[in-house]
T-cell receptor, first 109, second 114 residues
Framework: GQNIDQPTEMTATEGAIVQINCTYQ??????LFWYQQHAGEAPTFLSY??LDGLEEKGRFSSFLSRSKGYSYLLLKELQMKDSASYLC??????????WGAGTKLIIKP | IAGITQAPTSQILAAGRRMTLRCTQD?????MYWYRQDLGLGLRLIHY???????GKGEVPDGYSVSRANTDDFPLTLASAVPSQTSVYFC?????????????FGPGTRLLVL
């Protein structure tokens, strides 16, 4: 079966750095996405990785290792508005997105 | 309008009733998707359409049907609602079904089936 694993919840302090991990086992791999979802709202796109390595976009970076079936999302200089759920999704061999359950990130002052 | 709209925003529905959730996008995207999101579970694909006139089944299609008569609209129908269909439903679209294309989501419809 196909599986995406992420921690259920993480807590971090405003101004700090947090790393959210995602491991996956899917039938094929055609890219990995990270989305942000605030409570009661729709998911919004953060990053896309298809090759191994680090993609940096402002305060957010995403890393991929295809051989390990592993990705992480790194959030720097945390702000209160970063309190949200972060969803990892992998596009499989049928080009469909398989989603993790999401990691709820709580930012404390 | 800009992006994707969904209607209704929320709905309480009696079991056994028929219900159509509406989704419209104005980005001229070829691909559209319907997901349900339940607490503790990831988004699960119900049905998808890679282009107008074609549809396909996702991971959890039973009890749902879709149509794609034109590029902009992708309605989802529950023929006879059951309590297990209580969920938040998101419609999404992407320029194409290609691997690198980002999916953009509508605001969601919160459905309670009693």
């Amino acid at each position: 079966g196909q599986n995406i694993d992420q921690p259920t919840e993480m807590t971090a302090t405003e101004g700090a750095i947090v790393q959210i991990n995602c491991t996956y086992q899917t039938s094929g791999f055609n890219g990995l996405f990270w989305y942000q979802q605030h409570a009661g709202e729709a998911p919004t796109f953060l990053s896309y990785n298809v090759l191994d390595g680090l993609e940096e976009k402002g305060r957010f970076s995403s890393f991929l290792s295809r051989s390990k079936g592993y990705s992480y999302l790194l959030l720097k200089e945390l702000q209160m508005k970063d309190s949200a759920s972060y969803l990892c999704a992998v596009r499989d061999s049928n080009y469909q997105l398989i989603w993790g359950a999401g990691t709820k990130l709580i930012i404390k002052p | 309008i800009a992006g994707i709209t969904q209607a209704p925003t929320s709905q309480i529905l009696a079991a056994g009733r028929r219900m159509t959730l509406r989704c419209t996008q104005d980005m001229r995207h070829n691909a559209m998707y319907w997901y349900r999101q339940d607490l503790g579970l990831g988004l699960r694909l119900i049905h998808y359409s890679n282009t107008a006139g074609t549809t396909g089944k996702g991971e959890v299609p039973d009890g749902y049907s879709v149509s794609r008569a034109n590029t902009d609209d992708f309605p989802l129908t529950l023929a006879s609602a059951v309590p297990s269909q209580t969920s938040v439903y998101f419609c999404a679209s992407s320029a194409s079904a290609d691997s690198a294309e980002t999916q953009y989501f509508g605001p969601g419809t919160r459905l309670l089936v009693l």
